[in-house]
Structures are given as C-alpha cells and as structure tokens.
C-alpha cells in the first residue's frame, strides 16, 4: 500500500505492508516527523470531490483509501501545521487554552480570532482593574493621553463581539466559526497554483525586493487599466492606484473625498468597517436600507432620502458583504440616475466581483457599476483577497472611471495619499498582471461550483429551523438570517444573546446582525466544506429547538 505525503510542495512516497487501520495511521504521522521534521500537525486527504478533510483518526484514513480504491490511484495526503487554535477547547485559568473532549477532525476550523478575543476581553480586565488602583506619587505625575482620533476609532464587531464571552466554549464539542470571512481558514478552498507559482517565481527572481512608486509599480497598474477598461473609457495606468489591501482601497477613496462633518451613504445592513473609517476621520455615515424581501435589492426611495448638502459619495458593495446579495442591473441605474441628479461620485466596493455563483438564471448578474454610466464618474475598488484567496498578502486598488472628467484633483489627491504607507507589497504588486491575465477559467469555476453547493447547504439547512429565515445569497461567501425571536417565548432576547447562547452551548461562532446594524439576524460565512456545514446545520437544530419547545432555561449567568 501506498501514499502520496505532500509537505510545501514536497512529496514523498509512504509505502507499508500492513493493512490494520490502527498501525498504518501512527506509521503515517512518524514517517511525516522523519521525513519533513514536523511533529504537530494537521493531515488531509483530497477526496473524488476535490474536498480536502482532516486526517484526525484511524477511521479517516481508513475512509480515504477506501475512496481512493474506487478511484484506482494512489491516496495523496496534505499535511499542514496546526493553527494556534484548538477546537473543543476552553479557556484556563492563566488565559490559555485547553483542549478537551473528542477529536471529531474539525481542527483546520479553529480561528485565530477566538484567541484575539480572549486576549482583548483580559486585557479589559486588567485595564478595568488598573483603573480603580490609587497611583503612586510618581505615576500619578505622568499621564499619556491619547488622540481623541484614536480613541474615537469604533469597531463595530470589537464592540459587539465584546459582549460574547470567548471562554465559554463548551468541552464536549469542537470550535467551528462561520463568523470570519477569511477563505484561508477552509482548506477546501484553495487559492489556484498559478497564484502561488508566479509569486515563488517573483520572490527567487530577487527583482521585488525594494520600494516601487507608491501608488503602485507601473506594469501592475497598466495590467488593471487594461481589465477595468470599458468601450466608452479607456483606463490607463495613471488611474490606477495599488493599495494595502481593499481595506486600504476605501480609506484613500473616503479621505480623498470628504472633509471632517461631510457624510456619505452606505448600506444597511452593511459593512462594518464602513463605519470605522468614519469614526476614525470625523466623517459621518448615512444609512440607505436594503430590502431583505427583495434578496437585499437597494431601496432607491430611501437612499435619495439621506442626501444633504454635506454628502460627497454614495457607496455601494456589489457582491454584498454580508448579504451575498447581487444588485440587478436595473437597481444600479437608479442609483446612478440620483447620483446624477445630486452630483455625488460613487464609490463601488467590487471586492467579490468574480464570485457570483447563482446568476438567477442572468436576473442577478454581477454588472460593474462604471459599466453602466457616461456621465457619473465612478471609483471601482477591489483586490486580491476574495476572489482570488489571499487576504493576507493585502493587495488592493482603485480604479478611477471619469467618463466627464471630474476627478482630476481626485486622482492627485489618491497618489498624495497613497505616500502615507509609501505602497503595498512590492512582492505582491509585481505578481498582480501574471494572477489576473493567467489563472485559468477553470479556476474560477471550480471556485463558484464550491460556492454554489455550500451555499444551498447551508441555506437549507438554515431553512429547516422553525425559527430561522435565511435570505437566498447568489455571490461574496455570506448567508444572512433571519431570527424569529417570537419563536423563543422570551427565552432568548436578541441576536446578541442568540449568538452567546449558541456559542456556549454548541460551540458554533456566528455574527450577531447588530453588527451589520441588522438586529435580530446573524451573519454566516458559507465556505466551510459540506461535512461541516451538516455538522453545524445539526447543532443549530439542537439549540433552537431546545428554545422553541420550552424546555430551555437559561444559564445564571452569560
């Protein structure tokens, strides 16, 4: 018998003689410390699905050779370093975590922001408990202030998630988080080889080591102006800025744009850090409602209605974060036919372009905002995260499209500010024109058939609850939903105690909507592989129905 070990790259080939489960399985994990030197980690094998699941016990691997069998090749098995994270886990007395309860291999599912949290909620309390200490003499002198800027920056999800008690995982059940929107964390969605090729090729070239011009290097930027060029405007790379991811994307477009006290309008639900970026700069935020009875469809009505003297943009997110929404085309044209009348830019937040998996048979196409107008000018945002897998590596840009003529000084502005950070990734930047001209159609098929199929999982899933009403999403990786909190006869208040009581009970982490300033709803991210999603339709099962049937009662204390 024969295996496939696949480490960085690396393969080596496995062989043994016996055929019990229970020896083949440690022979595996030795062979990986003796050849690779790696004594902890995680093992995966890809499946006749393209699904990679986690290698935790005898069983699994015994299920892996069996499909392989059928297949008639040779099983190829992923190994990977453990994340910092463990599931079934519970928070100790020194702050740490521990491990407990069975191993049910969900572990690729653990999520750095669980451990975050926790620091952060232990750092309050120290700060809470250095507070109410009488300073010595000395201290007492020399108090730092610090800016009202920083400390009028709002976190939504820090404020909300605050509320939610990280150590309270339970001990009979694994970790599993739909509230993250990092595809990195799901090791069913990977980013194309292509993509990791031309950034080794790049990294071992030793030509990207340096500064570029720092609104982007050149060919990067005549790359996008060559994709984001349309028949009624041309781009070139003068308007095409590269920026610290689409994060960074959106803080140069709204500085650029707005003056202390000026608004612009953004989505409800929407976004959170749409918000942040406000508080930081003293800007204000309007908000115009999206119809969740229409699939989230922008209500035009409403957002004319927050316009004053004081707005300067109008932004939109098509795919929607966190509805996984799509704007039909006809919406988009009202939004620009009010953007016209008002003389207000938009600023399109396209990150999950490409990543429209359920078109509506063509009612829900993805359509770029510029693409629709002459005589609106349009900053287009987008990056590398999303579609392409790769958050981390914080590759961003704005594309201006000024069909009038009206953004000039914008566009001055956007490269003046661009010289704060000096530019993104050099590295990165470089690697941008090879990604977005080579990785093949394949790829992005491949990606929104997972899409597609976990979404309606999940979505079903959701749908077979009494209390919970999903909203249909057709792009981005989100699913929102609906809680009927009249199902729960009180027992449960609002979103924000739904997802405390799920998290302590079930182990399950989602959004609270009031995050999103939708109350009463929950965010869920639908890139966990199918077995996961099943798992966690199961335990949201369980829970709600232990709050439907009255035979819940609530802990002392949450």
Same mark, same amino acid.
């Given at each position: 018998?024969?295996?496939?070990? /696949?480490?960085?790259?690396?393969?080596?080939?496995?062989?043994?003689?016996?055929?019990?489960? &229970?020896?083949?399985?440690?022979?595996?994990?030795?062979?990986?410390?003796?050849?690779?030197?790696?004594?902890?980690?995680?093992?995966?094998?890809?499946? $006749?699905?393209?699904?990679?699941?986690?290698?935790?016990?005898?069983?699994?691997?015994?299920?892996?050779?069996?499909?392989?069998?059928?297949?008639?090749?040779?099983?190829?098995?992923?190994?990977?370093?453990?994340?910092?994270?463990?599931?079934?886990?519970?928070?100790?007395? $020194?702050?740490?975590?521990?491990?407990?309860?069975?191993?049910?291999?969900?572990?690729?599912?653990?999520?750095?922001?669980?451990?975050?949290?926790?620091?952060?909620?232990?750092?309050?309390?120290?700060?809470?408990?250095?507070?109410?200490? !009488?300073?010595?003499?000395?201290?007492?002198?020399?108090?730092?202030?610090?800016?009202?800027?920083? @400390?009028?920056?709002?976190?939504?999800?820090?404020?909300?998630?605050?509320?939610?008690? @990280?150590?309270?995982?339970?001990?009979?059940?694994?970790?599993?988080?739909?509230?993250?929107?990092?595809?990195?964390?799901?090791?069913?969605?990977?980013?194309?080889?292509?993509?990791? !090729?031309?950034?080794?090729?790049?990294?071992?070239?030793?030509?990207?080591?340096?500064?570029?011009?720092?609104?982007?290097?050149?060919?990067?930027?005549?790359?996008?102006?060559? !994709?984001?060029? +349309?028949?009624?405007?041309?781009?070139?790379?003068?308007?095409?800025?590269?920026?610290?991811?689409?994060?960074?994307?959106?803080?140069?477009?709204?500085?650029?744009?707005?003056?202390?006290?000026?608004?612009?309008?953004?989505?409800?639900?929407?976004?959170?850090?749409?918000?942040?970026?406000?508080?930081?700069?003293?800007?204000?935020?309007?908000?115009?409602?999206?119809?969740?009875?229409?699939?989230?469809?922008?209500?035009?009505?409403?957002?004319?209605?927050?316009? &004053?003297?004081?707005?300067?943009?109008?932004?939109?997110?098509?795919?929607?974060?966190?509805?996984?929404? /799509?704007?039909?085309?006809?919406?988009?044209?009202?939004?620009?036919?009010?953007?016209?009348?008002?003389?207000?830019?938009?600023?399109?937040?396209?990150?999950?372009?490409? +990543?429209?998996?359920? &078109?509506?048979?063509?009612?829900?196409?993805?359509?770029?905002?510029?693409?629709?107008?002459?005589?609106?000018?349009?900053?287009?945002?987008?990056?590398?995260? !999303?579609?392409?897998?790769?958050?981390?590596?914080?590759?961003?840009?704005?594309?201006?499209? $000024?069909?009038?003529?009206? @953004?000039?000084?914008?566009?001055?502005?956007?490269?003046?500010?661009?010289?704060?950070?000096?530019?993104?990734?050099?590295?990165?930047?470089?690697?941008?024109?090879?990604?977005?001209?080579?990785?093949?159609?394949?790829?992005?098929?491949?990606?929104?058939?997972?899409?597609?199929?976990?979404?309606?999982?999940?979505?079903?899933?959701?749908?077979?609850?009494?209390?919970?009403?999903?909203?249909?999403?057709?792009?981005? @990786?989100?699913?929102?939903?609906?809680?009927?909190?009249?199902?729960?006869?009180?027992?449960?208040?609002?979103?924000?105690?739904?997802?405390?009581?799920?998290?302590?009970?079930?182990?399950?982490?989602?959004?609270?909507?009031?995050?999103?300033? +939708?109350?009463?709803?929950?965010?869920?991210?639908?890139?966990?592989?199918?077995?996961?999603?099943?798992?966690?339709?199961?335990?949201?099962?369980?829970?709600?129905?232990?709050?439907?049937?009255?035979?819940?009662?609530?802990?002392?204390?949450?």
């Amino acid at each position: 018998m024969k295996f496939k070990i /696949v480490w960085n790259n690396d393969i080596r080939i496995f062989s043994t003689a016996s055929n019990d489960w &229970d020896e083949i399985f440690p022979a595996v994990r030795k062979f990986v410390a003796q050849s690779f030197g790696v004594h902890e980690f995680n093992a995966t094998y890809i499946d $006749d699905e393209d699904e990679k699941i986690t290698i935790s016990r005898a069983s699994d691997l015994q299920d892996a050779l069996q499909r392989y069998a059928k297949l008639r090749k040779i099983p190829k098995i992923y190994v990977s370093t453990l994340q910092s994270q463990v599931s079934g886990s519970f928070a100790t007395a $020194d702050g740490s975590l521990a491990v407990s309860g069975p191993r049910l291999g969900l572990s690729y599912l653990n999520d750095d922001f669980v451990t975050q949290q926790l620091q952060y909620q232990r750092q309050r309390q120290t700060d809470a408990k250095a507070a109410t200490q !009488k300073p010595d003499a000395a201290a007492a002198q020399w108090v730092v202030e610090p800016s009202h800027s920083a @400390m009028g920056t709002v976190n939504k999800i820090r404020q909300i998630v605050d509320q939610i008690d @990280m150590s309270a995982l339970p001990k009979d059940k694994e970790f599993i988080s739909i509230a993250i929107g990092d595809p990195t964390k799901y090791p069913n969605l990977q980013p194309s080889n292509n993509v990791t !090729k031309t950034v080794q090729n790049k990294l071992l070239s030793q030509t990207c080591n340096g500064y570029t011009i720092s609104y982007g290097a050149r060919n990067a930027r005549a790359s996008l102006a060559k !994709k984001y060029s +349309m028949p009624h405007i041309q781009c070139t790379q003068d308007d095409v800025v590269i920026t610290s991811g689409c994060s960074d994307a959106l803080n140069l477009s709204i500085c650029a744009l707005l003056n202390k006290g000026d608004n612009f309008l953004i989505p409800r639900p929407g976004f959170s850090f749409y918000e942040t970026l406000a508080s930081r700069y003293g800007f204000e935020v309007k908000f115009y409602d999206l119809l969740p009875e229409q699939e989230w469809q922008i209500d035009t009505q409403h957002l004319r209605s927050q316009i &004053d003297k004081r707005t300067k943009a109008i932004l939109i997110n098509n795919p929607s974060n966190p509805c996984g929404s /799509v704007l039909t085309e006809d919406g988009i044209l009202r939004v620009l036919q009010i953007a016209e009348n008002y003389s207000i830019p938009i600023v399109a937040d396209e990150i999950y372009a490409g +990543m429209i998996y359920d &078109d509506n048979h063509g009612k829900d196409k993805f359509v770029s905002v510029a693409s629709l107008t002459r005589r609106v000018p349009v900053l287009t945002l987008s990056g590398l995260s !999303k579609l392409y897998l790769t958050p981390g590596w914080r590759a961003g840009w704005i594309v201006i499209h $000024d069909p009038i003529g009206a @953004m000039v000084k914008i566009r001055t502005s956007l490269q003046k500010l661009s010289t704060v950070l000096l530019g993104s990734n050099t590295l990165i930047q470089e690697s941008i024109p090879a990604i977005i001209e080579e990785t093949p159609e394949s790829y992005y098929d491949e990606l929104n058939d997972k899409l597609l199929r976990q979404s309606s999982l999940l979505y079903r899933e959701f749908d077979e609850i009494e209390a919970l009403q999903p909203i249909r999403a057709r792009g981005a @990786m989100y699913l929102m939903v609906k809680i009927d909190m009249s199902k729960f006869n009180g027992r449960i208040k609002d979103d924000i105690q739904f997802a405390n009581l799920l998290l302590k009970e079930q182990g399950v982490l989602c959004l609270p909507g009031a995050i999103f300033n +939708m109350p009463n709803y929950f965010r869920a991210v639908i890139c966990p592989p199918p077995h996961i999603i099943a798992e966690i339709g199961k335990r949201v099962k369980e829970f709600c129905h232990k709050y439907c049937d009255g035979n819940a009662s609530l802990p002392a204390k949450l």
